[in-house]
């Protein structure tokens, strides 16, 4: 099974609009990340850009249809289109959420939570081994931005994400806004989540801006919806976490209210410049 090997350092969300801008100059990137489904077709403009970028660059895949989380069986069709895509594109990097989007024959547009429990542990992790196997490569589980929390589940998420790991050797990519945006929705630490995360497993980081709002009680509510710049306590959160654990590859997303390249390039800067402040120092 090939592994997933992601440079250690910082990578940026591709989207198409930017695509001039990226290929005019070398970019201070380590690797770009693409939603799969985004490159389902065959051809196009889509895949003619992404050959290009995959000459200069490293690659993640990043899927967001799975429905890893599914009571039923997963989509034959859909793995089968994601193992057409990544033995074209051979990237260092494959990875999915632990939620699920769809149901029967319907397609929510959505990542939607799971309880934590015995039953659900299990069949995530033969999702998981099916996954790896039709692919022939590790895969990487990102842990959830969640806004409820279900009464049934008996296993935390840090020790649910553990198990998946050590059961399927699955790696994890720990999603430094969710855990914010997750602990602050349940009035829980943020910090104490990843201190008792399996870091050990962790082999990318994604980044990436919140919205913030009010429920019906007029609490803190958190949204992930990756249309602003990375927001202070995330940044404050992955150093902590940086000066503390193994480098590792570290993705800003941005997906709405999408920027000028710059703007996003900026913020990925910022991540690679924590990267290396805690590689120096860690050599020292
Ligand atoms: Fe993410």
């Known amino acids: 099974m090939k592994q997933s090997l992601l440079p250690c350092r910082a990578g940026a969300g591709f989207k198409p609009e930017h695509f001039a801008s990226i290929i005019q100059a070398p970019q201070p990137i380590g690797f770009f990340e693409v939603h799969a489904e985004n490159y389902m077709g ?5 895949h003619a850009q992404l050959a290009k970028l995959r000459e200069d660059y490293a690659l993640s895949i990043h899927g967001v249809g799975l429905s890893i989380g599914s009571m039923q069986d997963l ?21 999915e959420h632990l939620a699920w989007s769809s149901h029967d024959s319907v397609f929510l547009n959505d990542l939607l939570p799971l309880p934590y429990t015995g039953e659900t542990l299990t069949r995530i ?7 790896q196997a039709v692919l022939g490569r590790q895969m990487l589980l990102e842990n959830p931005a969640t806004y409820l929390l279900f009464t049934e589940s008996t296993i935390e998420e840090t ?5 998946i790991a050590r059961r399927t050797g699955c790696g994890l990519l720990l999603d430094v806004n969710n855990v914010f945006v997750a602990a602050t929705n349940h009035n829980m630490d943020p910090a104490d989540y990843l201190a008792r995360f399996p870091v050990e497993s962790v082999r990318e980081i994604h980044l990436s801006g919140h919205s913030e709002t009010t429920d019906d009680r007029g609490a803190a509510l958190l949204i992930d919806s990756h249309d602003t710049p990375v927001k202070d306590p995330v940044w404050t959160l992955y150093e902590r976490l940086i000066a503390r654990i193994d480098p590792v590859a570290s993705l ?11 703007v996003l390039r900026r913020d990925a800067e910022r991540a690679g410049a924590i990267l290396e402040a805690a590689a120096r120092s860690r050599a020292a």
Not at 42 to 46: E, V
Not at 77 to 92: A, G, S, V
């Open 252 to 262: 800003v997303e941005w997906d709405n209210d999408v920027p000028e390249w710059p």
């Open 75 to 95: 989509d034959a069709d859909h793995l089968k289109r994601l193992k057409t895509l990544c033995d074209r594109y051979e990237p260092q990097s494959f990875s």
């Open 42 to 46: 065959a051809g196009g403009p889509p």
């Open 159 to 163: 020790e649910f994400l553990r198990a």
């Open 125 to 131: 992790c033969d999702h998981i081994d099916q996954v």
